[in-house]
């Protein structure tokens, strides 16, 4: 079967585990994940981010729900000042340790498994977004944390 883009959303931060979180949510459906697996996600969420490293506590995540049903949690936090950790769950797929096809039941993996090529998409970005509102200014105090919440992935279509 050829490639075929996702929708990709964005949705406002959200607070969780100590941490600032932009959220981004990938799905095949047009009317956008079912609200259920949302938030069964962002329950899970606080277990995947890590402890505060002084680093300014932000992070981004990325819930995808498959067209098999399946649904996955990818948690990207910054540390050590311009690091990214991951921390990954799974809902619904059996080849991933997942007990049933309950895309809400959402397990942690132990895989090294980043993300797929739809979930990657606003890495590049996130990327860019923490330089220049966290690295690039030369002064500590003018480092701003909103900035970087506020500056989300804004898909463009993929050019075969």
Same mark, same amino acid.
């Given at each position: 079967?050829?490639?075929? &883009?996702?929708? !990709? @959303?964005? +949705?406002?931060?959200?607070? $969780?585990?100590?941490? #600032?979180?932009? %959220?981004? +949510?990938? @799905?095949?459906?047009?009317?956008?994940? *079912?609200?259920?697996?949302? &938030?069964?996600?962002?329950?899970?969420?606080?277990?995947?981010?890590? &402890? $505060?490293?002084? @680093?300014?506590? $932000?992070?981004?995540?990325? /819930?995808?729900? #498959?067209? *098999?049903?399946?649904?996955?949690?990818?948690?990207?936090?910054?540390?050590?000042?311009? /690091?990214?950790?991951?921390?990954? $769950?799974a809902a619904g797929q059996p080849v991933l340790g997942c007990p049933d096809r309950d895309a809400t039941h959402f397990v942690t993996l132990d895989r090294s498994w980043i993300g797929c090529v739809w979930e990657l998409a606003p890495l590049g970005h996130e990327r860019d977004a923490w330089i220049?509102?966290?690295?690039?200014? &030369? %002064?500590?105090?003018?480092? *701003?944390?909103?900035?970087? !919440?506020?500056?989300?992935?804004?898909?463009?279509?993929?050019?075969?």
């Amino acid at each position: 079967m050829p490639f075929a &883009e996702k929708f !990709l @959303t964005v +949705h406002p931060p959200i607070v $969780a585990g100590g941490r #600032s979180v932009k %959220r981004y +949510h990938v @799905t095949a459906d047009p009317a956008g994940i *079912d609200p259920a697996v949302a &938030e069964a996600a962002y329950a899970l969420l606080p277990e995947l981010l890590p &402890e $505060a490293d002084g @680093t300014p506590p $932000a992070a981004f995540v990325i /819930v995808h729900a #498959s067209a *098999d049903g399946s649904a996955y949690l990818n948690a990207y936090s910054w540390v050590w000042d311009n /690091v990214l950790h991951f921390g990954g $769950a799974a809902a619904g797929q059996p080849v991933l340790g997942c007990p049933d096809r309950d895309a809400t039941h959402f397990v942690t993996l132990d895989r090294s498994w980043i993300g797929c090529v739809w979930e990657l998409a606003p890495l590049g970005h996130e990327r860019d977004a923490w330089i220049r509102h966290m690295l690039a200014p &030369e %002064r500590p105090e003018d480092r *701003d944390l909103d900035a970087y !919440l506020a500056d989300a992935y804004v898909p463009s279509p993929i050019r075969a």
